[in-house]
């Protein structure tokens, strides 16, 4: 996106995490003014500041742009034969400010793209704060913006404050949905014990940053793992009050929650132990793995990977420190909740994400249905690009559906308009997978014309899909 038009009215764009960073920069980088309004702010530095208080959410620690309150991951780089791995490609091709942060913080993950997180959020604000069109005023916009505000990107989060949801919500005249999100706990790297833990990747797969050890393991064997299981069931949770009838999103489940459903569940979800070998004893197979990842640049902090929890604080320490290896955990961060909304996107948005009650109101970040920080954010980058052109007096249509990009959409503008239509509530978040972009056929025969072995043609179609779609994308961006 190439600068243009430095005298257009500004756009407003609400709530900086992720998806108002992305959005603030794509609009900046085609030329247009914008405005970013953040809530929290520390304590006053300035006399003109006199007056206000230190803001913080439930979830938040700090005041920079872009922080990243859950897991310091993005998942998967893979853009051959994963979709979100596709999506960061795509990303990139779009000049994200947020995948760029993420390449200049990332810390070794196996084949995960995982970042410092204070580096990572205090690179995004210092671009963001040195850009000349964006303007940061650090207040809080109570209720819908005001009338004179003819564009605004709503990229408030799931912590969107009461009296702006409360506003959206009446402007809507639609129910709003939520469900829990959860935090899994920090830990020490010194506190643990690597006489126990080993360092490997799941089956020794390299990640962007070149290393195939980048994961800390710790063994459990079976009584180790039932004992564990009935720590977590018998163990003191949160209590939520109203809240409780909130469904929780499958991708961030409590591990209390996942062990409920069944003494086996966690060792086929984040305790499985597949393509891990302890190399003190590689012929015997541990029955459940816990695995850490790396949490910032210096390597000093590890979190537990698949680990978000509602045990009460108290509890956590006692709890984790059964685990082998991490009998003498200190932690740096406990795990905890907090509650995400989002909106009924079908119904609400359109192709451009506005509001179509309100058009001068785009949505972006998690409160359109969407999961994930790599989503939040690309759906910032969208709202940012549709707002620029409309400002420019441009028509900018939506991304392929054959584009990662371009299912985001689909997703949350029409995905579930029959469901809705026939009385179901079948609307919920989604994080980017092969499922939501138009299928392909199944190839049989490789580029060089030999046969694929049938378990290995799943990869070719999403590698073709991919390639698809990185074409299809570049079309795009040169037709915008």
């Not at 999103?249 to 086996?264: K, Q, S, T, W, Y």
């Not at 119904?347 to 249905?369: C, E, H, I, N, Y």
């Amino acid at each position: 996106m190439s600068t243009s038009s430095t005298s257009a009215p500004p756009i407003h764009v609400i709530g900086g995490g992720l998806a108002g960073s992305e959005a603030a920069w794509q609009i900046a980088q085609a030329g247009v003014p914008v405005i970013l309004h953040e809530m929290r702010r520390d304590e006053p530095s300035s006399s003109e500041a006199i007056g206000q208080t230190k803001i913080r959410t439930d979830a938040h620690q700090t005041d920079g742009l872009a922080e990243m309150v859950c897991s310091n991951s993005f998942r998967s780089d893979d853009w051959q034969f994963n979709a979100v791995g596709l999506l960061h490609a795509e990303m990139r091709a779009c000049d994200s400010l947020i995948m760029s942060a993420a390449d200049q913080h990332q810390v070794p993950a196996g084949g995960a793209l995982a970042v410092d997180r204070d580096g990572f959020s205090g690179e995004v604000t210092r671009r963001i704060e040195a850009h000349p069109l964006i303007t940061i005023a650090r207040e809080e916009v109570a209720g819908l913006p005001p009338a004179d505000w003819d564009s605004v990107v709503v990229a408030t989060g799931p912590l969107t404050s009461p009296a702006l949801a409360d506003a959206i919500l009446e402007l809507s005249g639609e129910g709003q949905l939520s469900f829990f999100d959860a935090i899994a706990p920090i830990i020490h790297v010194e506190s643990i014990d690597m006489d126990i833990a080993w360092r490997q990747s799941r089956y020794d797969k390299e990640g962007p940053g070149g290393d195939a050890a980048a994961y800390i393991n710790c063994p459990m064997n079976k009584q180790e793992y039932e004992a564990f299981i009935d720590a977590l069931l018998e163990g003191p949770k949160a209590e939520f009050k109203d809240w409780e009838h909130v469904p929780y999103f499958d991708g961030c489940l409590p591990i209390e929650v996942m062990a409920e459903r069944g003494r086996e569940t966690l060792r086929h979800g984040p305790m499985k132990p597949v393509g891990l070998t302890n190399p003190r004893d590689p012929l015997v197979k541990a029955h459940a793995i816990v695995q850490l990842r790396q949490d910032n640049a210096l390597a000093t902090l590890w979190n537990m990977v698949g680990f978000q929890t509602k045990l009460k604080h108290g509890a956590q320490a006692e709890v984790f420190r059964m685990i082998p290896g991490l009998q003498n955990a200190q932690f740096a961060r406990l795990g905890g909740l907090h509650r995400n909304t989002f909106i009924n996107s079908p119904r609400l948005l359109d192709r451009s994400l506005r509001m179509k009650v309100a058009p001068r109101l785009r949505f972006a970040g998690q409160m359109t249905g969407v999961e994930g920080y790599v989503e939040s954010a690309a759906t910032g980058l969208l709202a940012g690009r549709f707002a620029a052109a409309e400002r420019l007096g441009r028509t900018l249509a939506a991304p392929p559906p054959t584009t990662a990009l371009g299912a985001l959409v689909d997703h949350v503008t029409g995905g579930h308009i029959e469901g809705e239509a026939l009385g179901k509530t079948s609307f919920q978040p989604m994080n980017i997978n092969y499922g939501l972009l138009p299928p392909m056929e199944t190839p049989k025969v490789g580029d060089d014309g030999v046969k694929i072995p049938l378990k290995e043609r799943g990869r070719a179609k999403k590698r073709l899909m991919s390639v698809r779609a990185l074409a299809d994308l570049e079309g795009w961006l040169a037709g915008g």
